[in-house]
T-cell receptor, first 110, second 118 residues
Framework: GQQVMQIPQYQHVQEGEDFTTYCNSS?????IQWYKQRPGGHPVFLIQ?????EVKKQKRLTFQFGEAKKNSSLHITATQTTDVGTYFC??????????FGTGTRLKVLA | GAVVSQHPSRVICKSGTSVKIECRSL??????MFWYRQFPKQSLMLMAT?????????EQGVEKDKFLINHASLTLSTLTVTSAHPEDSSFYIC??????????????FGPGTRLLVL
């Protein structure tokens, strides 16, 4: 079945450093979503990408959807302690279902 | 924004009992809701899709007789874990598409229910 992997699994950064998580699907996606889950919390929707090669920015966050629509990335510039949490990508394959990636847990050291 | 509530937030029960978890969309209607299970420090695993007015669609490997889903109205879906056992202990989260009629749009998650079966 479809698998969505994320790397790295964990990332510790000093506050102010950049951070990137990569998402790779075993199949071509129709769209991809990104979520953030704070420790002890629930996933919160960040963004959705639909077009091949699409790039979207939200303040310090930059999201990219690969040309082949099989991979995506989330880049955070100058991390802050509020960025702590687990970032999940979720791949849509044309049906109503989304397969969540394995997640990248980010810790930011002050 | 779209708000989804879940009740209870935490439940402890004895092995063999049944537990019902409610998921409500508070400020929008949801003809479809999703139920996920999340183990500690792991990803979300889709268990089933709840459809208002029809039977739920279960993912492969999920026992429909074990995890009963009822979508009673446009704002309420319930998940009942029947004859719970310790291996059912987990974090159960529901979600609903926040854009009316757009099932493939953003999902809004409830706060989750932490189930511990003794």
């Amino acid at each position: 079945g479809q698998q969505v992997m994320q790397i790295p699994q964990y990332q510790h950064v000093q506050e102010g450093e950049d951070f990137t998580t990569y998402c790779n699907s075993s199949t071509t996606l129709s769209n991809i979503q990104w979520y953030k889950q704070r420790p002890g919390g629930h996933p919160v929707f960040l963004i959705q990408l639909v077009k091949s090669g699409e790039v979207k920015k939200q303040k310090r966050l930059t999201f990219q959807f690969g040309e082949a629509k099989k991979n995506s990335s989330l880049h955070i510039t100058a991390t802050q302690t509020t960025d702590v949490g687990t970032y999940f990508c979720a791949g849509g394959s044309g049906t109503y279902k989304y397969i969540f990636g394995t997640g990248t847990r980010l810790k930011v050291l002050a | 924004g779209a708000v989804v509530s879940q009740h209870p937030s935490r439940v402890i029960c004895k092995s063999g009992t049944s537990v019902k978890i409610e998921c409500r969309s508070l400020d929008f209607q949801a003809t479809t809701m999703f139920w996920y299970r999340q183990f500690p420090k792991q990803s979300l695993m889709l268990m089933a899709t709840s459809n208002e007015g029809s039977k739920a669609t279960y993912e492969q490997g999920v026992e429909k007789d074990k995890f009963l889903i009822n979508h009673a109205s446009l704002t309420l879906s319930t998940l009942t874990v029947t004859s719970a056992h310790p291996e059912d202990s987990s974090f159960y989260i529901c979600s609903a598409p926040g854009l009316a009629g757009v099932v493939k749009g953003p999902q809004y998650f409830g706060p989750g229910t932490r189930l511990l079966v003794l």
